[in-house]
């Protein structure tokens, strides 16, 4: 394991590493390629200085500027520079370095990416905004024209896009031991590329003969498809070198122009720039379309997964070629093969003549509205069982609006409709015990309530005659007394099934409580309730069967209400109420009519 470094003895390395590269950059560039006011045409210290800012740690970087300094002044004396006119670039290039690092940290608070489209492109704005400022600044201290500030921006600003990249990506590499994990086939193939390129560089840029300088953007390209970013870096970076050191030397198409020295150079200029703004941005977007395609067959993978685990498939109708695609599971939830030939006239053949109809309603509906639409129907598969589906989809619309695809998915949503229907079996269950007297099996003192208040309400609504019934069994009590509660309960019993057995389907009687009774009798004037009500009080009183089971005979008393108006049903059970007192007080086993 390596042991980290004091930060002295860091501060010293970056301080050295910056001193010596930086030197010998700027005495190389400037002794090999010199253009007007003997500004190199690429000024390759510019990059290689913003790449180590970049790496190294903050505490580290005043050193680092101090060492710049020295080496900018150094450099530019050894090659005749004046001093006053040295200390002016220097001055120009650490205010380019700090200007770029506080633009590029200001947007990227991590680690600069040369892999994402956008962080590339602030990179190159900081680097063209950084050379803009440092060439008005040297532009300023030395009183030179709009010339030399154009020369000195651009040649700066290609110094920082060609050599930062490649610099900061291998650094990187290298300190996350990436290196090591590349492939031996891979670093083959990126030592041929990036040595293919320097070849058709030199090649193309050591004679004039023939007008080939589009040769090494061809092998740029190709390294960038091939090695991502790092690729067009470091072939961007193999280009520049070879092309500015054969043309300060006189050989190639651009020194053959008959042009001026400075048209020369700002030519070559033009050239790697274009050059840059084409391999660069292809390759963070390479990066990013073969990350999207690797998060697309993640995400196919685990759609197939969901479809299987969920029983949902999706199938895709082409309106314009009436074609069907169906998914892996959508033959699985129709009992077919993955790949069994289908199409649009069998998928629908499919659902049961019953609800196939409404399948295609609601599909045409959806195409003619565009609107998202859902539908549930039930299939017959193959092996003959019968499965409920559930579709949900959207219509694809072209150009003008035009209806072109239907999109759809398709759940097996049998187990859910049977849950469904015991749920709803069990409800239905749970309600009729709710409703129900245990002792009679006719509706309870609660649902008896329930009906006649919906009855009362059709009664006001439509005028439909009504009437209401109460009735109890005479001496109860004594019943109960002499013969025993279970005699008692079985009489009640037999009572409200006589008195069930004498009414109509759409009538009702239900316990009202105790010994008591209310009938609700639907649609019936007061003649036609009356008898009615005289036929219960009739049954009760000849119950053969039960003097046969040895129960003792009993008697009803009723007493009988119509609707005439009431708001509510306690004002018309209070009626009925009142008449069954009367009956009892008039000797029982009869039968009266409320006032």
Known sequence: MTRPLSPRVEAVFWFLLTATGYFLLASLALHATKGADNIAAVWPPSGYFLALLLLMPTQARIPAFLAMAAASVGANMVEGIRAGAAAAYTVANAAEATIALWLIRRHERGEMSFMVPRAVGRFCAAAFAASAASAAIAMLLTGNGFNFFLSWMTTVALGMLIVTPPIVMLARMIASNAVNKVPTAMKVEAIALLTVAAFVTGASFSQSDFPVTFLPCVALIIAAYRLGPFGAAAGMLIVALIASLLTGQGHGPIAAMDESQKVEVLFLQFYLVTMLFIALPLAALLVVQRRLAKRLEQSNRWLLQAEAAALVGHWRVDLTEWTIQWSDQTYRVHGLEP???????????QYLPEDRVAVQKTLAEAVRSGEPFVFQGRIKRTDGEIRHVKSHGSIEMGRGGKAIGIFGTVQDVTDTVENARILESARSAAERVANTDMLTGLPNRRR???????????????????????????????????????????????VGQRAKASLRDDDMVGRYGGEEFVCVLQGRSALSAELVAERVRKAVHADAEGAVAGLPRVTVSIGLAVYAGEASIEDLLQRADKALYTAKREGRNRLRMAA
């Open 339 to 349: 790949g069994t030939a289908v199409d649009v006239e069998y998928s629908v053949a």
């Open 448 to 494: 008896t309530l329930s009906f006649l208040d919906q009855a009362l309400r059709r009664a006001e609504q439509d005028g439909a005659p009504l009437a209401v019934a109460i009735f109890d069994i005479d001496h109860f009590k004594a019943i109960n007394d002499v013969h025993g509660h279970a005699a008692g309960d079985e009489v009640i019993r037999r």
